[in-house]
């Protein structure tokens, strides 16, 4: 009884076992925002992680219920709450992985950008505590807009010479996790095959699905190419239009973000076939220093850059990765220069 790879599939299993106990409850999870819409449904969900031995739960308010609570789930990760400035170093303490999901959220008319003016302060003030108090720590921002936010927090680590372009990340996986979606249904494809490699950036056009290397293989006709895009680089404000006021995606958003942590985790833990697409320090595209697309995870963050899934494009996909790169260089640019303007 041979799997795929010709490996008897009872001594697969035996390994996987194996590699389960090996890592089994050895990481620290730190997420900042913890009280939030992303931060609540995000802690329970990374509680559940059979890797995870402590979380570390942080918010500027309302964070010790949502400690208390998560914490009577009977799964072996330790829950501690952390309220307020004066105790943000204890919450990233020996942190393996610091997730910031904190920051305002979209109303319905505003765009990610908008969001710029009080989230970058916020991420800048943070990943300057994960230097101090975390250095080593793999950084998952989710607080928008990604696109700048990075580079914000790529630029603020520089300047504590605390900067290793591995290990942070702008979690774009909720892109990944719509089209994979979204193409399953139009499709009719078993959702648990679909996977769609989403790169570019995370805010309307710049996300660019590569609808040319979904897999499995299917043939899309114009039209639903053009329409499958469009859904899915304007899914976010579907979700913010439907929620009329009430905020922008949180669930889909952390259990995207779970996955992000889980693929994280098993990198750190030495498996050593953990593929994600993330908006990274990057080269992929010369002109775009940070740039969303598959990467290899490991032990120390990225391993590599996979980036050949944009050999052999589409033209579709050729023309729309060239129109969007004004707008994400202006992102990251923006990004970049608001750290250095502070100095
Ligand atoms: P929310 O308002 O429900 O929660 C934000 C939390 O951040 C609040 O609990 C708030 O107290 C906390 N906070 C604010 N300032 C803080 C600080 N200085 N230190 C610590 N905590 C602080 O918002 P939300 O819906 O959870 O969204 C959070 C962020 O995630 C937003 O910026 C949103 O745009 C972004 N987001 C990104 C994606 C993505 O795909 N990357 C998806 C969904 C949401
Ligand atoms: C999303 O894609 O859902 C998030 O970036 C939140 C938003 O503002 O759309």
Not at 103 to 130: Q, S
């Amino acid at each position: 009884d041979l799997s795929k790879s010709g490996v008897p599939r009872r001594l697969r299993a035996a390994k996987r076992v194996i590699v389960a106990q090996a890592g089994a409850g050895r990481y620290k999870v730190a997420i900042l925002g913890a009280a939030g819409g992303v931060g609540q449904m995000l802690s329970l969900l990374v509680k559940m992680s059979p890797l995870v031995s402590a979380l570390h739960l942080y918010d500027i308010a309302n964070v010790e219920g949502v400690a208390a609570d998560i914490s009577h789930c009977n799964t072996p990760a330790e829950v501690a709450g952390f309220t307020g400035k004066d105790e943000l170093a204890g919450s990233l303490s020996g942190a393996d992985v610091v997730v910031i999901a904190t920051g305002v959220p979209r109303k319905p008319g505003m765009t990610r950008d908008d969001l710029f003016g009080i989230n970058a302060g916020i991420v800048k003030e943070l990943v300057e505590a994960v230097a101090d108090h975390a250095p080593g720590a793999l950084v998952h921002i989710i607080s928008n807009p990604v696109n700048s936010t990075v580079p914000v927090a790529a630029e603020a680590l520089k300047q504590k010479g605390a900067y290793d372009a591995r290990k942070v990340f702008g979690v774009t996986t909720l892109d990944v996790v719509r089209a994979n979606a979204f193409v399953a249904a139009r499709k009719g494809l078993p959702l648990a095959d679909v996977d769609v490699p989403v790169v570019g950036g995370h805010s309307g056009t710049t996300i660019l699905p590569l609808l040319s290397k979904a897999r499995p293989k299917a043939p899309f006709t114009d039209e639903e190419v053009e329409e499958l895009t469009a859904r899915i680089q304007n899914a976010g404000t579907e979700v913010v239009e439907a929620k009329a006021g009430a905020g922008s995606a949180t669930l889909s958003m952390a259990y995207a973000a779970a996955r992000f942590v889980e693929a994280s985790l098993r990198g750190l833990d030495g498996d050593g076939d953990v593929y994600e697409c993330a908006y990274v320090q990057s080269q992929v595209v010369p002109e775009l220093p940070f740039f969303a697309s598959r990467v290899k995870l490991g032990k120390d963050g990225v391993e590599e850059e996979v980036g050949s899934e944009l050999r052999g494009i589409s033209e579709y996909e050729a023309r729309a990765l060239e129109a969007l790169k004004p707008e994400l260089k202006a992102s990251i640019d923006k990004g970049v220069a608001y750290v250095q303007q502070q100095q």
